[in-house]
């Protein structure tokens, strides 16, 4: 009886969300939430849609933070088109659509209209010139976004916000072309009132005890009270499941739990591409461990099938990256099958790596940059994230890196490792400014990116190269890369052609 309980409060609590946060004409599935798209210039990509009142699509539109782009839509495919095996969730519409050629590079949100309505995916689709070569990216894990909750569970937000607000100031500089989070981004209860360390206080469970699960999902993605959450990283953020990733149902009860995670988060076994390399994004807590995710060998089961499914349609790329949460649970047979030179993993909050299988594939997690409750080991465990470099079948890690001196200080005294600072206001009411990055790392920083905003104008620079110009009515917003050596200061100068 108290699992009936708890699943028709779930099924309750999940129906008002939908209701309240979604137009009533549809939702867009897919690039949503937990996975965005990659789009280039002049090429197109699939959005999948649950088109619940069957209306005609009027227009598909990218927004960014200076212009908004139309897309050609290709075509219109209606039918049951299903995205995770195990749930069997589906949406009824797959619209193609075709990005212009002269779209700016941009993460941008995306929008489908029909009859008046609007259902928006937020920072969801990253439009790219070309897949870059070399690229890299950033890995981070276990966030615990909501486990310690400041201010009331009506009125409060993410302790967590407070580190990864700062964390996510120091990406921004670095510009990876992506961020992969393996698991935990949120937390399975909240702990109130907790004491200096991060424990005590009270614990909720419940699917009414606020902050409800669609909270605690949108402090993660979207941030709360000025804090930023993971949608403030300026390239595309792709999360996957960890074992704390639900609240209010049973953690034995598998298929609430992944539909829980289908509903606030989108898909939750993926691949994707950027250029040759390719990324397996697995589940190995929400999905049960006979189905979907078998004990014995956790991809000979559903979530196998999708990935093996993807690899066949896209090729095997040149490099291969699989993400999931534990480190102790690994597929050796499917990586030494498929190849995959590097595992993601997190769980464990301390940095650490290894080789498995016979490829070999390297293992590795990065420690967790922002996690409540780890205040007594944060030398060894807190702040920290890892760069990796792909450069055609080769690749490179950084050691772990620590985005702040001391992640136990007050928010407002962090000493981050890496800043940006302008010499004039940054807002487009200046002819001339200076930007002055400053790395504390022992490590290079090739390719980091400044945003001028700038009054209307055409510019010369000083110490980088341009990426990209942006022409609004009133601006001119300028994207230029530079690259800072480890422990040096270096100041890029802008100011108009003459």
Same mark, same amino acid.
């Given at each position: 009886?108290?699992?009936?309980?708890?699943?028709?409060?779930?099924?309750?609590?999940?129906?008002?969300?939908?209701?309240?946060?979604?137009?009533?004409?549809?939702?867009?599935?897919?690039?949503?939430?937990?996975?965005?798209?990659? *789009?280039?210039?002049?090429?197109?990509?699939?959005?999948?849609?649950?088109?619940?009142?069957?209306?005609?699509?009027?227009?598909?539109?990218?927004? /960014?933070?200076?212009?908004?782009?139309?897309?050609?839509?290709?075509?219109?495919?209606?039918?049951?088109?299903?995205?995770?095996?195990?749930?069997?969730?589906? !949406?009824?519409?797959?619209?193609?659509?075709?990005?212009?050629?002269?779209?700016?590079?941009?993460?941008?949100?995306?929008?489908?209209?029909?009859?008046?309505? !609007?259902?928006?995916?937020?920072?969801?689709?990253?439009?790219?010139?070309?897949?870059?070569?070399?690229?890299?990216?950033?890995?981070?894990?276990?966030?615990?976004?909501?486990?310690?909750?400041?201010?009331?569970?009506?009125?409060?937000?993410?302790?967590?916000?407070?580190?990864?607000?700062?964390?996510?100031?120091?990406?921004?500089?670095?510009?990876? +072309?992506?961020?992969?989070?393996?698991?935990?981004?949120?937390?399975?209860?909240?702990?109130?009132?907790?004491?200096?360390?991060?424990?005590?206080?009270?614990?909720?469970?419940?699917?009414?005890?606020?902050?409800? %699960?669609?909270?605690?999902?949108?402090?993660?993605?979207?941030?709360?009270?000025?804090?930023?959450?993971?949608?403030?990283?300026?390239?595309?953020?792709?999360?996957?499941?960890?074992?704390?990733?639900?609240?209010?149902?049973?953690?034995?009860?598998?298929?609430?739990? *992944?539909?829980?995670?289908?509903?606030?988060? /989108?898909?939750?076994?993926?691949?994707?591409?950027?250029?040759?390399?390719?990324?397996?994004?697995?589940?190995?807590?929400?999905?049960?461990?006979?189905?979907?995710?078998?004990?014995?060998?956790?991809?000979?089961?559903?979530?196998?099938?999708?990935?093996?499914?993807?690899?066949?349609?896209?090729?095997?790329?040149?490099?291969?990256?699989? *993400?999931?949460?534990?480190?102790?649970?690994?597929?050796?047979?499917?990586?030494?099958?498929?190849?995959?030179?590097?595992?993601?993993? /997190?769980?464990?909050?301390?940095?650490?790596?290894?080789?498995?299988?016979?490829?070999?594939?390297?293992?590795?997690?990065?420690?967790?940059?922002?996690?409540?409750?780890?205040?007594?080991?944060?030398?060894?465990?807190?702040?920290?994230?890892?760069?990796?470099?792909?450069? /055609?079948?080769?690749?490179?890690?950084?050691?772990?890196?620590?985005?702040?001196?001391?992640?136990?200080?007050?928010?407002?005294?962090?000493?981050?490792?890496?800043?940006?600072?302008?010499?004039?206001?940054?807002?487009?009411?200046?002819?001339?400014?200076?930007?002055?990055?400053?790395?504390?790392?022992?490590?290079?920083?090739?390719?980091?990116?400044?945003?001028?905003?700038?009054?209307? *104008?055409?510019?010369?620079?000083?110490?980088? %190269?341009?990426?990209?110009?942006?022409?609004? +009515?009133?601006?001119?917003? !300028?994207?230029?890369?530079?690259?800072?050596?480890?422990?040096?200061?270096?100041?890029?100068?802008?100011?108009?052609?003459?």
């Amino acid at each position: 009886m108290k699992y009936l309980n708890s699943k028709i409060t779930f099924t309750i609590t999940i129906t008002f969300l939908l209701l309240s946060l979604f137009p009533s004409f549809g939702k867009i599935v897919y690039p949503w939430r937990a996975v965005p798209a990659f *789009a280039e210039q002049n090429k197109g990509f699939v959005i999948l849609f649950n088109n619940t009142t069957y209306s005609d699509i009027d227009s598909v539109i990218l927004s /960014g933070p200076f212009n908004r782009v139309l897309l050609k839509i290709d075509s219109i495919s209606t039918g049951r088109f299903t995205y995770d095996l195990f749930t069997k969730e589906d !949406v009824n519409n797959k619209i193609w659509v075709r990005v212009p050629e002269s779209t700016p590079e941009e993460l941008y949100d995306l929008k489908v209209f029909s009859h008046g309505e !609007v259902s928006i995916s937020r920072k969801s689709v990253k439009v790219l010139k070309e897949f870059k070569s070399p690229h890299f990216f950033i890995h981070i894990s276990d966030t615990h976004v909501s486990r310690q909750w400041e201010g009331t569970g009506e009125a409060g937000y993410a302790k967590e916000l407070e580190l990864l607000d700062k964390f996510i100031e120091v990406a921004n500089i670095i510009n990876p +072309d992506f961020t992969i989070v393996t698991g935990d981004i949120i937390h399975h209860y909240s702990r109130l009132d907790a004491d200096s360390l991060g424990w005590g206080g009270n614990k909720l469970y419940e699917a009414d005890q606020r902050p409800l %699960v669609e909270e605690k999902y949108r402090n993660y993605f979207e941030g709360s009270k000025g804090f930023s959450g993971v949608q403030a990283l300026n390239g595309p953020v792709f999360s996957l499941p960890g074992n704390h990733d639900s609240y209010g149902v049973s953690r034995k009860d598998h298929l609430a739990m *992944a539909r829980q995670w289908n509903a606030l988060c /989108g898909k939750r076994v993926y691949g994707f591409s950027y250029g040759q390399t390719r990324v397996l994004a697995a589940d190995d807590y929400l999905g049960d461990p006979v189905v979907d995710i078998p004990d014995a060998s956790p991809m000979s089961g559903l979530q196998g099938k999708i990935l093996d499914s993807f690899l066949i349609e896209n090729g095997p790329g040149t490099v291969r990256i699989m *993400a999931q949460h534990r480190p102790d649970r690994i597929d050796t047979s499917f990586l030494d099958k498929r190849k995959i030179n590097i595992l993601l993993n /997190g769980h464990r909050h301390n940095p650490h790596h290894e080789y498995v299988g016979s490829t070999p594939t390297l293992s590795i997690r990065p420690g967790t940059v922002c996690r409540s409750g780890e205040i007594e080991r944060w030398k060894e465990n807190l702040g920290f994230f890892r760069i990796f470099y792909i450069n /055609g079948d080769q690749f490179e890690f950084t050691s772990p890196l620590r985005f702040c001196e001391d992640p136990t200080a007050p928010h407002e005294e962090l000493k981050l490792n890496l800043t940006l600072d302008f010499k004039q206001d940054n807002n487009g009411t200046n002819s001339r400014n200076e930007a002055t990055i400053e790395n504390h790392f022992s490590v290079d920083l090739p390719r980091c990116k400044v945003r001028f905003v700038m009054g209307k *104008a055409n510019y010369h620079i000083d110490g980088g %190269v341009i990426q990209q110009i942006i022409h609004t +009515d009133d601006k001119t917003i !300028v994207d230029v890369l530079t690259d800072v050596q480890s422990k040096s200061i270096k100041r890029i100068n802008i100011y108009p052609e003459q």
